[in-house]
């Protein structure tokens, strides 16, 4: 009976992903043996390669292959004053409120999701104070002291040290307005509320470019970098339907910024946002010249004209982006003959596991081994000996591994092994020696 699929299902409840992202280790709960710590989510064995290929893939589009972007890697713990020129120890700040009957803490604007209250007897409405501001920084200390000298913080994103370091940049790197610096890198907010599991996270990782323009060209810059981010994300192989851009309100831009306009993409809970393309202006260079005391504007050699560069920022969220491909991934596909299936159909490039190397017999160990240590030279392999072939595709295919190669008791005589392909399940014959090839060709091609 054919093996083909039916009716294949879209991801509709969130816990049906974060049990399958337990269960196969792309990312569970921190510190999970003692209950866990709310806004703190580690990355298994699938998840980290997952990550770091999204991470890959990103760097070689916006900075190796352009030849006016630069990459850094910066402290996590900047000097103080950077945040005060930056406005986030005086402004960086949620409404809050606290029940003072369960002790709970909520976001004033997300009071409709706070349910309802534990410690009230008779009434399950909670006892809120009056809101009150919250800054999302979170504090550590330097040194051994611990006064007020000695404060400093996590930083909330990573575009601030890029502005500190833009004239050490371009000097060293011989740079010429425009040219862009950019990173990758841990960031960390204090969320009074974090949810939608990675979405809204205490620590989380940003991939953030910061270009730098003459103003009379920051429009043009502006819509260049919005449509190249959008083709990152098509390349990536999001459906049309659940990618949309939303400019901001007037009142929704940040004091600031000239213009905004959000990548959303559409998670089981509603529209969110995973990236962001901002025209900055100024502000951030001017803050920083005024606060340190150097100037970093620059001089045109041609004209002699002296001006503070205009910053288009694009800000990714790593890890909304690693939620947005799982979910966009997520499949239950119903087969001819009543059996099922959940496959993850990450596109190759990003795939955890790129091929899974899997005898027919254990009798087959050593030429299955053999075929997997030279296909580890060039990308992450699994081998899989235990239980039956279909139970270990199926294994491979919550994985989201594109391709399975088997080896069975007729590759001794004919020399080949059978390639099934995750999405289609057809299977292919391929000699041997041409399997690292077959397999790099469809890993590496582009969306």
């Known amino acids: ?92 700040s949620d409404p809050m409120v606290d029940c003072r009957a369960c002790k709970k803490r909520f976001r004033a604007d997300q009071l409709e999701d706070s349910g309802k209250c534990s410690a009230r007897e008779g009434s399950s409405e909670h006892d809120f104070t009056e809101p009150r501001n919250f800054n999302l920084m979170l504090r550590t200390h330097i040194g051994a002291s611990e006064d007020d000298a000695a404060v400093a913080f996590l930083r909330a994103e990573t575009c601030q040290p890029i502005f500190n370091d833009f004239k050490r940049v371009r000097e060293a790197a011989r740079q010429k307005i425009p040219f862009g610096i950019a990173q990758i890198g841990k960031a960390f907010r204090n969320e009074i509320n974090p949810r939608n599991f990675t979405f809204r996270s205490r620590e989380f990782e940003q991939a953030e470019l910061e270009f730098f323009c003459h103003p009379s060209e920051r429009e043009r810059w502006f819509e260049h970098w919005l449509g190249e981010r959008l083709r ?16 901001h309100e007037d009142d929704e831009l940040a004091h600031y910024a000239r213009a905004a306009i959000d990548v959303e993409f559409l998670f089981p809970f509603g529209w969110q946002e995973i990236e962001g393309v901002h025209d900055r202006g100024d502000w951030d260079l001017s803050r920083h010249s005024e606060y340190s005391g150097k100037d970093l504007a620059v001089t045109d050699p041609e004209t002699k004209e002296h001006y503070m560069p205009m910053v288009i920022e ?35 490039a990003l795939a955890p596991i ?23 030279r060039s990308m992450n392999v699994f081998y899989d000996d235990a239980g039956n072939i279909g139970r270990r595709y199926r294994r491979q295919d919550e994985a989201g591994t594109p391709f399975c190669v088997t080896i069975d008791f007729q590759s001794a005589d004919d020399g080949k092994a059978t390639v099934r392909d995750r999405d289609s399940m057809s299977q292919d014959r391929v000699p041997l020696e041409g399997i690292q090839a077959f397999l790099r060709d469809r890993v590496e091609r582009r969306a």
Not at 232 to 247: V, W
Not at 362 to 376: F, G, S, T, Y
Request: aromatic share 8%.
């Open 1 to 92: 009976m054919s093996d083909e699929p039916v009716a294949p299902r879209r991801l509709e409840r969130m816990e049906d992903l974060v049990s399958l992202c337990a269960r196969r280790g792309f990312v569970f709960q921190s510190s999970e043996i003692y209950g866990g710590i709310n806004g703190f989510w580690d990355y298994g064995p699938l998840g980290a390669e997952l990550k770091n290929n999204l991470k890959a893939l990103w760097w070689q589009r916006v900075v190796r292959e352009r030849p006016d972007v630069e990459g850094i890697d910066s402290a996590i713990i900047a000097h103080p004053r950077t945040w005060e020129a930056s406005g986030h120890v005086e402004h960086f």
């Open 354 to 376: 790129k091929a899974a190397v899997l005898p027919l017999s254990k009798k087959l160990a050593e030429p299955a081994h053999a075929l997997e240590m030279e296909l580890r």
């Open 314 to 348: 694009t800000s990714a969220g790593v890890d909304r982006t690693c939620l947005a491909l799982l979910v966009n991934a997520y499949e239950e596909e119903t087969l001819e003959g009543g059996d099922s299936r959940v496959v993850m159909r990450l596109h190759p």
């Open 232 to 247: 990152f994300y098509q390349e990536l192989g999001f459906d049309e339907d659940h990618l949309r851009t939303r400019p």
